[in-house]
């Protein structure tokens, strides 16, 4: 490529200082041997010039037989910038956790920098290896390599997108559930509905080890689930010892921090009335070593989040307050509950509804009734306000009420 | 489009995870105790059997190309035998059981120009999207507004100097794909213009019915514009949400002079202390200003030194502003309080203050 001339950029130039890494640098390295990346660098450019993206509207490609995992992306200054006139993203469902090897990397990088642009995002939102920039032709041929080392496309459209999870117990002691089990075991489950889109929206899978939710599921996925536990924390008092004799201010940090003030302190020993204890995680965070979640563990599952795009943005709300995530039974119980969800949400939900909006609109309790979940108090934050009842049904004669009580 | 490669294999979904994991994380699966930062990005986890694995945290910019990859995957085979991974905000965690690796990968992973941190009581990594980069619906660029707002709060990834944690995010709009909604400081793309309608086009490449239906406010009518079938946008309804531009392309709805970024703040995902908690508006309006953004760059760095300044330990950034009350807030960041800060949307009201409890100055 040594015949095309680098693109001058002034202004991303700009970008190369200071001390946190640069992408600018990094691509400027790139464009020397990638053309694709070098027009890139000056469309990027006019838009800082303009403050204006150059990037049309969509574009339908992808690969044969899926209708998501990939993102048509055109250029509307391909005049300027030929080389990168097609720079479409592949997403690339990424492994539980974001575990890698060396080895896995290399593989990926070497597929991507044959048929790519050779830069991508590590990762996306939904989770996903993101792949970005890459023209048609090239679309089969990358799929191809990708499935000969057993990778698979991700989720895009009105599908399951990417289940994504936190390390779990693979590397955290808070995890209430094995986390990264259950993102494999329902991204396997669940491949055609990630490969062909066919709801009314998009549906996100999110797994959460604890309640500390490093994966934002209940901010971002339409069903989140969140380990917790049902007895009690288990306590190592020497533990707690241990902390106070090296300078934590128990009283302060742990014990006046408490939601529920459900905890005590004596200056030896910390009690916890656990029924009491809305399993915040404070307490645990910040002294892991002396406190543990119990041993009787689950989740919570959650439903219905979203960003604001269309009716504002929701955070979920409890389903199921607690459920065993059983491995043994292959999740089961969780699968028939998804099941009569997206029965509930093919017969009412509308175009680019997210479940949570459809949920909003036609009631939690009608929809808690057509999945056939029981009202719970765990389900809002309190009882009505308002006197504005749909009673489902009435009274019209004496004679319905004394047959009713007979 | 090329032959399909045969024998074409389809739906076989990610690579178990189990290939990808340390021995000694295989090994103690489920059996963790407990962990502790020993120094900021640093981590050891103990196990149950006494066995130890530590973790090297390392800021990127996520937008990074397969030569910074390859060195991330050098590096793990130097120090780490081969094994790392990622995080949910986009940094590297190099894995090992040697401690005697510690030191000499963060030295050798500084020298490539990557800060090691973004544990604990710091500010880790921004999340943020794509920005004029590659989305046709970004009012502003985040790789560049992200790249000047971590060097502006460095000191913050490297050190745990803070109350508590911050965690940042950037979206380059409404759509939002990343935690925006719930960041204790949240970067957000705005459009401040309704769509410019390109009315011969519609009919072509819009479904009219759809785009009516597709606006919150009801803003858009059918109508005819010289024979030809289009819409037409009530700008006094329009809130710029570009919900009709995502379903039509024919109704653009960037604009130079318009875009630019509004900052939110005191959101928070964790449920620890306090439940999980939305962002609110603290600046409505930034123009875009490329190539550092030094308008926005400067009010967070305000944010977060008067959060610093004057938040107890453990108290998040939506916490400590529930504690001193939105008014203090104002006043110690010196923004301005506008009309457009109170909210006008469905569900307002439950955002008014509806009680006597008022702290005077």
Redesign the interface.
Known sequence: MADQKLRETP??D??K???????????K??AERKPMIND?LGQ?EL??K?????????GLVG????GGGVIG?YSDAAEQFPACAH?H?IRV??????????????E???I??RHGS?????????GDCVF??TT??E???I??EL??K???LGGSGSDVRTP?C??G?????Y?CY?T?DAC?NF??EY??EL?RPAFPYKWKFKFSGC??????????SDMSV?GTWRDDIRIDQAAVQEYADSGMEIR??VIR???TSCMSYDGKEITIDNKNC?????CI??M??AL?PGLDKGATLLIGAK???????L?ATVLVPFIKMDKEDDYQEFKDLIERIWDFWDDHGV??ERIGECIERVGLGNFLEAIEADPLPEHVKHPRTNPYIFYDEYFEEVDDAEAEKA | ?????AP??????????D???HPV?KKN??K?????ILKPGVMV?VSETGDK?Y?IRV????????????M???M??KYCD???????R?N?EF?TDKEGNIDPLIKDIQAN???VGGTGNSISNI?H??????????AT?V??VV??T??DL?EY?VEMKLPHKIKIAAACC?????????SDIAILGIHRRPPQIDDAQVSNVCEIP?TV??C?TAAIRPTTVEGKQTVKVDGDRCMF?A?C???C?AM?I???LN?GISIWVG?K??????E?M?TKLAVPFIP?N???WPEVTEAIKKIVEVYAAGAQ??ERLGEWIDRIGWPQFFDLTGFEFTKYHIDD???AGETFHRSAQIKFK
């Open positions: 202004l991303l700009e970008l200082k200071g001390p946190w890494p640069s992408f600018v640098n990094d691509m390295k790139m890139l990027l838009s800082y303009e403050k204006k993206g150059h990037w049309k509207h969509g690969v044969m037989g899926y992306r720079f993203t469902n990424q492994p539980s956790g974001w575990f890698y090897t060396s080895a896995a990397l290399r990926l990088c070497d991507w920098d050779g830069m991508t995002n590590m990762h996306g939102s939904t970005l920039g048609t032709d679309l089969e041929p799929f191809a499935t000969a057993d990778w698979d994504s936190c390390n117990m693979a590397r955290c002691e995890a094995d990264m494999y991204t396997m491949q055609d490969h309640p500390n939710d490093c994966v934002a599921s209940i901010a971002r969140i302060s940090d921090k408490c939601p809305t399993r915040c995680m404070h965070n910040v892991p070593k543990r960003a604001p795009i269309i009716e504002g943005a955070l175009n680019r | 489009m090329a032959e399909p490669a074409r294999k389809t739906d076989i979904g990610p690579p178990q995870y290939q990808f994991l994380i699966y489920g963790w105790k407990y962990h502790e986890h694995i973790s800021g990127s910019p996520r937008l990074i190309s397969v030569d910074v990859i390859r991330f995957a050098d793990a085979d081969g094994y790392l991974r990622f995080t949910s986009n590297v894995l120009g990557f800060p999340i999207t794509q920005g004029w980069v590659h989305c046709h619906s970004a660029d790789s560049g790249k000047a971590m060097d460095y990834f409404l759509n939002m794909c990343g935690a925006v909604h719930c759809t239906s597709s919150p949400c919900n531009y995502t379903v392309p653009p960037a604009d130079p875009d959101g995902v964790s449920n620890a202390r306090s999980p939305f875009n490329p190539p550092r330990r453990y949307f469905r569900h």
